[in-house]
């Protein structure tokens, strides 16, 4: 029964361990300028927490098997425990514990304590049950007012945030269902939401940020590949959850431009 | 201490109904606690399984319920997850094995307010009752998860199910609350003040320390969860705005003015951290004991484990917004949250270390309880080292919500705790019913366990790495997530042998209840006092006599000792041979 538990321990152990090493299932492509560090952090993390792991199931699986009552006469070994073992135990571990969170909140200081650079686009991401809309500012470079009086989804995206026509800064603002932004320039995200939390999530550009009625939260992140990425809702949102599904596509700056100048062209 | 007239104060009961029903036993109370659970744990489990084969087959037709639609999804999620934590995990170790044990343990006579325990016992039971009529009511089971956020939780009108079902599911939470108070407070003082004499603190079974801090951290916990019940329901019926802003659903304009979302989640979730302790620490407290005496070794560290399950406990309270990372709530106190998470890790590490370390240089007996403990061991260390991703806020980015995150919590708060239950369940049968079970299926039924609950979560690990978010219904929708379907096969099939094996215990415990052969006082030489009364002990635990304590909980192998087992009621060990 020794042997059986060994083997089973350590074969599950390896099993486990082989498919984190060989990354057969593995972070989506990171397309974002924050994704190398956040991929590093997890690196660094799943290679120590991977050393714990077989060290701590190896042994185990070693000692009962070793120390297994055969009938011989070895006696257990009488002992109440070793403190020197456990102080030296317990620094090493809060060393490495705490030395892994310090090790990785410069990371979350970048993403979440400065605001948005200067140059970033600003765009308004709403929630709603069971969809995602896309604001930019138009040339006037900001959000026309917003009324959830006037909020209406079988209407079309505009009346679906509510959006207040009768105000000028209103007129030129582009709402869309497909999210597009120009490559490496930094997008400054304000996340709403107007029914029950939604959490907008962008697997390849490592950005997860729950929308809230209520609260309008700032946030931002630089796309640097061009592509179509999948938008995801990650928060529990009602019966269509698993479907609010939306598309990021990253541009060109010209395309960009072009994609936006031909949607205020639409509105005129 | 030791003042045992209280307790003593009820003579055996005459009639069934005193006897079987409404029993003051702490025995007869524990094992209603028991067959409670297992009677939940198994609708639980039934309705992952129907999750399972939703997930992956979605047009399915199943027995019973037919073909299910994602809303109905959505309840299974929410029944599957409320069941399991509050009416198995927070049930079975404490309200079952707790109740049953905790006196006799100690060398009471009984829990120090028998009528309370009834009360709690009884409380808890129209609780399950009522969240079982969320089923059958118009609208079916709330869709909202576990974790209930608001304002989907609390505006009737975000879905199917959020209408009398959330109601009876709210009320259900706020009754289970109650009767979880008064549990708490009654293993407090029965621990505190009913003590046989020379049973000090440090001398008590470490079963008794864990039941004795889940009691300080449920009662501290669940009187938050019941305040915030309350409010939910009053936010869902009497149009107060606790939790809900101005809200728009399906085009329609709310009432509801300037309410919190996150006020709830954090009133839920200075519950909801604690009560993930309150389901593991029993299972830390029965594998140390099971360690200890099927290694016929003292426990390596016994101070060291008390200091680590207190710290554990105390930190348990501060750690609440690692839940909350994605939520909105200011980046900075992210800082402070993930610092005293990862400080959990130490006290974590110091069990292990001093489990690896009681087994070491022992003589390693297999019985099935054994089997558990030592699988509760390697469930906890694998579940324990997912924990430090999941507490760093940066790589809650890329993992919060996701699959990563319910296989981290299912392998230590809901497979290891099982795994505890299991242990005890086997170790304590004898004890309990005075028949032991069956070895042969015990080992059966653990090996099909421990390797097929390795099977279900171990992947989800993989599969939220890869990005698949939480409480989807189906993967067809996003294009991201069909080449994980066949990984989520896996688990499908892994989780329907699996949960089939659980048959070979069921049939195990009431053909060994029925026909199992007799137990001796203690059939595992054990040390602890429960082993030196009857199997099954009379009404008042001891026969007559209370119990007088000399030694520590495991004295296992003492050099010179004539066996090698020591009781805690013998006469004193020599200090010189206990260093």
Partial sequence: ?????????????????????????????????????????????????GIVFVLAQGSLGLFVWQYRDHGSARKAEYSHGNTKMEVVWTVLTAILFVGLNLMGSPIWAAERFKPADDGA??????????????????PDGKFGLTSPKLMDPSAGSEAAIGLDTSDPMAKDDVVTGTMVLPVNRQVDLTLRAVDVIHSFFVPNMRFKQDAVPGLAIHMHFTPTQIGDYEIACAELCGLGHYKMH??????????????????????Q | MATSEIAHAHAAPQGFIRKYIFSLDHKVIGLQYFFLALTAVWVGMILSLFMRIHMVWPSADLPL??????????????????????????????????????????GAPDMAFPVLNMLSFWTTFVAFMIM???????????????????????????????????????????????????????????????????????????????????????????GVLLSAGILLLMDRNLGTSFYVPLVVVSGQLMGHRGGSPLLWQHLFWFFGHPEVYIAIVPGMGVASQLLSTFSRKPIFGYKAMVYAMLSIGFL????????????????????????????????????????LGTIWRGRVRFYTPMLFAVG?????????????????????????????????????????????????????????????????????????????????????????MAGQPRRYSQFTEVAYLQHLIPLNRFITYAAIVTISAQLIFVINLFWSLLKGP?????????????????????????????????????????PGAARDYILQTDPAIAPSSAH
Avoid at chain 1, 4 to 22: H, N, Q
Avoid at chain 2, 167 to 192: E, H, P, Q, R, Y
Avoid at chain 2, 382 to 396: K, R, V
Avoid at chain 2, 398 to 424: K, Q, R
């Fill in chain 2, 518 to 558: 007799k137990a001796s006082d203690n059939p595992w030489e054990a040390t602890t006092l429960e082993w030196i009364t009857a199997s099954p002990p009379p009404h008042d635990n001891f026969g007559g006599h209370t119990p007088v304590v000399h030694n520590g909980p495991y004295e296992y192998g003492v």
């Fill in chain 1, 1 to 49: 029964m020794g042997l059986a538990l060994l083997a089973v321990i350590w074969l599950i152990t390896f099993v486990s361990t082989y498919f984190f090493i060989a990354k057969t299932w593995w972070l989506p492509l990171g397309a974002s300028a924050a994704a190398a560090g956040i991929d590093r952090q997890f690196t660094v993390t799943y290679i120590l927490m």
């Fill in chain 1, 246 to 267: 939306g598309m990021l596509k990253v541009v060109s700056p010209e395309d960009f431009d072009k994609w936006l100048a031909a949607r205020e062209a639409e509105k």
């Fill in chain 1, 121 to 138: 686009l600003p765009v308004e991401v709403t929630g709603m049950q069971f969809a995602w809309y896309f604001r930019y500012a138009g």
């Fill in chain 2, 132 to 222: 079982i009529a969320a089923f059958f009511v118009t609208g079916g089971a709330p869709l909202h998860g576990w974790t209930g956020y608001p304002p989907l939780s609390a505006v009737q009108s975000t879905g199917p199910g959020e209408g009398l079902g959330a109601d009876l599911w709210i009320t259900s939470i706020a009754i289970f609350c109650a009767a979880s108070l008064m549990g708490a407070l009654n293993f407090i003082t029965t621990t505190l003040d009913l003590r046989a004499k020379g049973m000090s603190m440090m001398r008590m079974p470490l079963t008794v320390w864990s039941w004795f801090i889940t009691a300080i951290l449920g009662l501290l916990a669940f």
């Fill in chain 2, 376 to 464: 509760f061991v390697s469930l906890f260390v694998s579940g324990g080292l997912s924990g430090p991703f999941l507490a760093q806020p940066t790589l809650d980015i890329p993992l919060h919500d996701t699959a990563f995150v319910v296989g981290h919590f299912h392998l230590i708060m809901g497979v290891a705790a099982i795994f505890g239950i299991f242990a005890a369940t086997y170790y304590w049968f004898p004890k309990m019913f005075g028949r032991m079970m069956n070895e042969a299926l015990g080992k059966i039924h653990f090996w099909f366990t421990f390797i097929g609950t390795y099977s279900i979560f171990m992947p989800m690990h993989y599969l939220g």
């Fill in chain 2, 316 to 355: 348990g309270f501060m750690v609440w917004g690692h839940h909350m990372f994605m939520s909105g709530m200011s980046p900075y106190s992210a800082f402070a949250f993930s610092i005293l998470t990862m400080s959990i890790g130490v006290p974590s590490a110091i069990k292990t270390f001093n489990w």
């Fill in chain 2, 65 to 106: 319920v037919g073909h299910i639609q994602p809303e109905a999804y959505l309840s299974l999620v929410t029944m599957h997850g409320t069941i399991m934590v509050f009416f198995v995990l927070t049930t079975a170790p404490q309200g079952g094995f707790g109740n049953y044990f905790l006196p006799i343990q100690i």
